[in-house]
């Protein structure tokens, strides 16, 4: 029962770090029974990184982006991936997912996302370094 | 307890079904041995609807997508049959545990479906040239009639364009092609505009022919366009081998026995013992017939054959088409929605002909990308999550898939080899090595070179080369090559097994050469001439 809260609170952050929104309880249980199937194990590294994620959804933001360039299969990132997936087979939020028409100047929006992206993975190599080494 | 028949065809993919169905309609009493693992979790429960609305509006759509165990969210993409669909995952069942493959250089996949390795097929049907089946060992005269036998009887569908002659050439009774696609659709505007151009550097692209039907029949719907082609099979438009099986469980010539896993054979002078060890007892059990064909596919047809022939020959060549996927962009889709109706399969196809003669031939099939979600695309991206999926909804539209499939040769750096081992199921283990010479490499590559500019010229920026293991492209063959010398461990030209009298092989285990074209078109045209010789010899 405490693992399901655990997960629940996960799903809620999570969740709000890839779309920007709080998401629905259903989409929080299927978080919930996924990760209680799908048992992913941390190392002492992996658990020192999430717990700094879990934290704040700018860490969150910058640890992935940092982990996606330097370490893509890292278990930290399996569970953000797994939550990426839930949201996506959900009714609830298929116009995340769907491609549409979008105007000319969304790709405006698209380069700046880039950019953000990249800052995001400068600043997350320095806090994955400074676990790394506080973990050795 | 013993069951006889007079013929046994042993597995039901997509040469079983074909065997199977050309003996019964002779009229003759058959038996089909076969696992036969079926979808017992996802058949049901998808709903027969397209693919947007399902998204929109079915909230079971988890169940499907995912799988009840989030199966369907692969993490380690290098296992064998990671890349399927939760539905179609039954495909790959029990092989671990059955039938194990060990190697670090060859990941061969195989299946105890009902239906086989054929219940994945992508549909493509190449009706190969004559060079092509002169260095199979087939002979061009015995096989056009019976891909016509094979087209009528799992319905084709196609076009004469640029295409026709490395897949349709003169097949008759195909129906009108499906409709293009709007992402495939502006490579094929793009082609043929600068036509010309393309063709003089060997380059050709068309219709795919594929084994999917526009015009209803037999209790099939024409292709009703819901893009759900990776996960169900709902509207049968798709052929799939256990639809033969299926037809033929009403015949009363024809029993399907499931649950049985054929270890070897035993002549005698009556005919063929086949032992069996039951998949739900773990027993053994003893079939006999006058005839016994094999084809549970080749790597299954290898170790029957190893084990009859009392391990005497432990090792056999094999050959797999090196096999790689480019993503592309299409800059003219960027940020458009992509259309409710369509199909995931690839009804584009790219020809590397430089020599002009139909042999040797590369090709890409071009695949658009949606029914397979977008979280799978975004994990490839070394991008955070979050911002990968606000730039991935807005590229998804322009994603061109092309798969290469290079042709391919057997030699001394690709076998598999059998080794005894207590601890399997059936006391032994399949092994194997698959390594390219590095004059192939170099080959492979400048074929991938001429390939990604022609796609490139089209309006498709490749962006990367993605290599799947050997073994990935699903394509096996050679490992008994023809011979009519009738020696053991090869295949007589008409399907007889070297050193027995009465056991056949109906798969492509004597396939010399493999085109870089799909092979499944023309091992079912193989395997009904087979069958139509089984016949002839009584």
Same mark, same amino acid.
């Given at each position: 029962?405490?693992?399901?809260?655990?997960?629940?609170?996960?799903?809620?952050?999570?969740?709000?770090?890839?779309?920007?929104?709080?998401? /629905?309880?259903?989409? +929080?249980?299927?978080?919930?029974?996924?990760?209680?199937?799908?048992?992913?194990?941390?190392?002492? *590294?992996?658990?020192?990184?999430?717990?700094?994620?879990?934290?704040?959804?700018?860490?969150?933001?910058?640890?992935?982006?940092?982990?996606?360039? +330097?370490?893509?299969?890292?278990?930290?990132?399996?569970?953000?991936?797994?939550?990426?997936?839930?949201?996506?087979?959900?009714?609830? *939020?298929?116009?995340?997912?769907?491609?549409?028409?979008?105007?000319?100047?969304?790709?405006?929006?698209?380069?700046?996302?880039?950019?953000?992206?990249?800052?995001?993975?400068?600043?997350?190599?320095?806090?994955?370094?400074?676990?790394?080494?506080?973990?050795? | 307890?013993?069951?006889?028949?007079?013929?046994?065809?042993?597995?039901?993919?997509?040469?079983?079904?074909?065997?199977?169905?050309?003996?019964?309609?002779?009229?003759?009493?058959?038996?089909?041995?076969?696992?036969?693992?079926?979808? &017992?979790? *996802?058949?049901?429960?998808?709903?027969? +609807?397209?693919?947007?609305?399902?998204?929109?509006?079915?909230?079971?759509?988890?169940?499907?997508?995912?799988?009840?165990?989030?199966?369907?969210?692969?993490?380690?993409?290098?296992?064998?049959?990671?890349?399927? @669909?939760?539905?179609?995952?039954?495909? @790959?069942?029990?092989?671990?545990?059955?039938?194990?493959?060990?190697?670090?250089?060859?990941?061969?996949?195989?299946?105890?479906?009902?239906?086989?390795?054929?219940?994945?097929?992508?549909?493509?049907?190449?009706?190969?040239?004559?060079?092509?089946?002169?260095?199979?060992?087939?002979?061009?005269?015995?096989?056009?009639?019976?891909?016509?036998?094979?087209?009528?009887?799992?319905?084709?569908?196609?076009?004469?364009?640029?295409?026709?002659?490395?897949?349709?050439?003169?097949?008759?009774?195909?129906?009108?092609?499906?409709?293009?696609? /709007?992402?495939?659709?502006?490579?094929?505007?793009?082609?043929?505009?600068?036509?010309?151009?393309?063709?003089?550097?060997?380059?050709?692209?068309?219709?795919?022919?594929?084994?999917?039907? @526009?015009?209803?029949?037999?209790?099939?719907?024409?292709?009703?366009?819901?893009?759900?082609?990776?996960?169900?099979?709902?509207?049968?438009?798709?052929?799939?081998?256990?639809?033969?099986?299926?037809?033929?469980?009403?015949?009363?010539?024809?029993?399907?026995?499931?649950?049985?896993?054929?270890?070897?054979?035993?002549?005698?002078?009556?005919?063929?013992?086949?032992?069996?060890?039951?998949?739900?007892?773990?027993?053994?059990?003893?079939?006999?017939?006058?005839?016994?064909?094999?084809?549970?596919?080749?790597?299954?047809?290898?170790?029957?054959?190893?084990?009859?022939?009392?391990?005497?020959?432990?090792?056999?060549?094999? =050959?797999?088409?090196? *096999?790689?996927?480019?993503?592309?962009? /299409?800059?003219?889709?960027?940020?458009?929605?992509?259309?409710?109706?369509?199909?995931?399969?690839?009804?584009?196809?790219?020809?590397?002909?430089?020599?002009?003669?139909?042999?040797?031939?590369?090709?890409?099939?071009?695949?658009?990308?949606?029914? #397979?979600?977008?979280?799978?695309?975004?994990?490839?991206?070394? #991008?955070?999550?979050?911002?990968?999926?606000?730039?991935?909804?807005?590229?998804?539209?322009?994603? @061109?898939?092309?798969?290469?499939?290079?042709?391919?040769?057997?030699?001394?750096?690709?076998? =598999?080899?059998?080794?005894?081992?207590?601890?399997?199921?059936?006391?032994?283990?399949?092994?194997?090595?698959?390594?390219?010479?590095?004059?192939?490499?170099?080959?492979?590559?400048?074929? &991938?070179?001429?390939?990604?500019?022609?796609?490139?010229?089209?309006?498709?920026?490749?962006?990367?080369?993605?290599?799947?293991?050997?073994?990935?492209?699903?394509?096996?063959?050679?490992?008994?090559?023809?011979?009519?010398?009738?020696?053991?461990?090869?295949?007589?030209?008409?399907?007889?097994?070297?050193?027995?009298?009465?056991?056949?092989?109906?798969?492509?285990?004597?396939? +010399?050469?493999?085109?870089?074209?799909?092979?499944?078109?023309?091992?079912?045209?193989?395997?009904?001439?087979?069958?139509?010789?089984?016949?002839?010899?009584?």
């Amino acid at each position: 029962m405490e693992n399901k809260s655990v997960h629940i609170f996960e799903a809620e952050r999570i969740g709000n770090y890839l779309l920007g929104i709080n998401v /629905q309880d259903s989409e +929080k249980n299927t978080y919930a029974d996924a990760m209680q199937k799908l048992n992913i194990q941390f190392s002492k *590294y992996e658990q020192a990184l999430w717990e700094k994620m879990i934290k704040s959804k700018s860490k969150m933001a910058c640890i992935d982006a940092a982990l996606a360039m +330097k370490e893509p299969n890292n278990n930290v990132r399996r569970k953000l991936f797994t939550m990426l997936a839930i949201l996506e087979a959900s009714p609830n *939020y298929t116009s995340y997912f769907l491609s549409r028409n979008f105007s000319f100047f969304y790709i405006f929006k698209i380069g700046l996302v880039g950019i953000r992206a990249v800052w995001r993975a400068a600043i997350g190599i320095f806090i994955i370094n400074s676990i790394k080494r506080k973990c050795n | 307890m013993q069951l006889s028949y007079d013929y046994i065809v042993v597995g039901s993919g997509a040469t079983g079904a074909i065997v199977a169905n050309s003996l019964v309609e002779a009229g003759v009493n058959i038996a089909v041995l076969d696992v036969g693992v079926e979808d &017992e979790l *996802y058949k049901e429960i998808i709903p027969n +609807k397209d693919f947007i609305s399902i998204r929109k509006e079915d909230e079971n759509q988890q169940d499907y997508f995912l799988g009840k165990q989030f199966e369907g969210i692969p993490w380690e993409t290098s296992k064998v049959g990671s890349q399927l @669909t939760p539905p179609r995952n039954f495909l @790959t069942q029990l092989t671990e545990k059955l039938i194990p493959f060990e190697s670090d250089s060859f990941k061969p996949m195989e299946s105890m479906a009902k239906g086989g390795l054929g219940g994945g097929w992508g549909l493509g049907c190449y009706e190969f040239s004559k060079p092509e089946l002169d260095a199979i060992g087939l002979k061009e005269s015995e096989m056009l009639p019976a891909y016509d036998a094979v087209a009528n009887h799992i319905g084709v569908s196609g076009i004469k364009d640029d295409a026709a002659p490395y897949c349709l050439r003169d097949l008759k009774n195909v129906q009108p092609v499906s409709e293009l696609e /709007q992402n495939l659709s502006g490579v094929f505007t793009s082609y043929n505009k600068q036509k010309k151009n393309l063709n003089n550097k060997g380059i050709f692209v068309g219709r795919s022919a594929l084994a999917v039907i @526009t015009k209803e029949r037999d209790n099939r719907s024409a292709v009703q366009y819901k893009d759900m082609d990776f996960w169900s099979d709902t509207d049968k438009s798709s052929y799939r081998s256990w639809m033969t099986i299926d037809q033929l469980k009403g015949k009363s010539n024809f029993v399907y026995h499931k649950n049985c896993l054929v270890l070897k054979f035993k002549e005698h002078d009556l005919g063929v013992d086949v032992i069996v060890k039951r998949t739900d007892t773990s027993e053994e059990q003893i079939f006999s017939c006058k005839k016994l064909i094999l084809s549970p596919g080749v790597l299954g047809t290898a170790r029957i054959v190893i084990r009859s022939f009392d391990y005497k020959k432990e090792q056999l060549p094999v =050959i797999c088409n090196p *096999y790689c996927y480019i993503p592309c962009l /299409q800059w003219r889709m960027l940020g458009k929605e992509i259309e409710q109706k369509k199909t995931s399969l690839g009804q584009l196809v790219m020809y590397l002909d430089e020599k002009n003669d139909n042999f040797d031939v590369g090709m890409a099939a071009l695949f658009s990308y949606r029914s #397979l979600l977008l979280f799978k695309l975004i994990k490839e991206t070394p #991008l955070n999550y979050a911002d990968a999926r606000i730039i991935m909804q807005y590229l998804q539209s322009s994603f @061109t898939i092309a798969g290469i499939h290079h042709p391919e040769k057997g030699s001394a750096s690709k076998f =598999i080899r059998m080794e005894q081992n207590a601890n399997t199921y059936t006391g032994d283990i399949l092994t194997g090595q698959y390594i390219l010479s590095e004059q192939e490499i170099k080959t492979n590559e400048s074929r &991938e070179k001429k390939i990604k500019s022609a796609l490139n010229s089209l309006g498709c920026k490749p962006l990367k080369t993605i290599y799947t293991p050997h073994g990935g492209s699903i394509h096996y063959a050679g490992t008994l090559p023809f011979n009519d010398n009738g020696e053991n461990f090869s295949i007589h030209s008409n399907g007889k097994l070297g050193g027995t009298k009465n056991v056949f092989v109906a798969d492509g285990s004597g396939f +010399k050469y493999l085109p870089a074209k799909g092979l499944t078109f023309t091992l079912m045209a193989n395997a009904y001439n087979v069958a139509k010789n089984v016949l002839k010899n009584g």
